[in-house]
């Protein structure tokens, strides 16, 4: 139990373009995903924390207008990095709270296997 | 506002070997939890283990035990009997129990080897 995955694994796309990445939850309701980016041989830095139903909520120094979050149902959240430049090329990483699975510490954190983002 | 502060950015152990990872934070709080994760070249994050404040027995999971001193803050990971395939970037991981709701602050990260 508690998988989640990320959709694509790895993207490129060209300066200017939008991608979006998506974060499932595949055996359990996820009521918070959260979003995180990971620059080479650095840690994770937390962009923003998704509710669902909900306006995201966006950690200091993120530009909520180019990564846009939806988090639309309890399975699914998805991050849209908008006009994409070069600087934004990291790996992209979702996590999910727990708290509908059974069995689990309502705090545990569950993580995808990351997107890789290049932009040309 | 919580830190993770892990001052070994490399370490590199011996197959079979023990190995030691620092980890230290700064909290106001009382109620929280700590975690180990372990990121290998896959880059998937992976659970090790996770400690909550209260208990003051020393979480285990196999190989893996960690060293809690809650008045040092410190929070230190020991692999015994290390294996090649404990090799990947460790991270240390603080969550606010009362306030964050499951927000995670990561340390910066140690890079560990296991050598044949």
């Known amino acids: 139990g508690a998988v989640v995955s990320q959709h694509p694994s790895w993207v490129i796309c060209k300066s200017g373009t939008s991608v979006k990445i998506e974060c499932r939850s595949l055996?359990?309701?996820?009521?918070?995903m959260f979003w995180y980016r990971q620059f080479p041989k650095q840690s994770l830095m937390l962009m923003a924390t998704s509710n669902e139903g909900s306006k995201a909520t966006y950690e200091q120094g993120v530009e909520k207008d180019k990564f846009l979050i939806n988090h639309a149902s309890l399975t699914l959240s998805t991050l849209t990095v908008t006009s994409a430049h070069p600087e934004d090329s990291s790996f992209y990483i979702c996590s999910a709270n727990g708290l509908g699975l059974a069995g689990a510490p309502s705090y545990e954190q569950y993580f995808g296997p990351g997107t890789r983002l290049t932009v040309t | 506002a919580q830190t993770v502060t892990q001052s070994q950015p490399e370490m590199s152990v011996q197959e079979a070997e023990t190995v030691t990872l620092s980890c230290t934070y700064d909290t106001s709080e009382n109620n929280y939890y700590l975690f180990w994760y372990k990121q290998p070249p896959s880059r998937q994050m992976i659970l090790v283990i996770r400690?909550?404040?209260?208990?003051?027995q020393n979480a285990t999971e196999n190989r893996f035990s960690v060293n809690f001193q809650k008045a040092a803050k410190s929070f230190s990971l020991k692999i015994s009997d290390s294996q090649l395939g404990d090799t990947a970037m460790y991270f240390c991981a603080f969550m606010n129990k009362e306030t964050s709701g499951s927000r995670l602050t990561f340390g910066e990260g140690t890079q560990l080897t296991v050598n044949p």
């Open positions: 400690q909550e404040a209260y208990k003051q």
């Open positions: 055996d359990f309701q996820a009521t918070t």
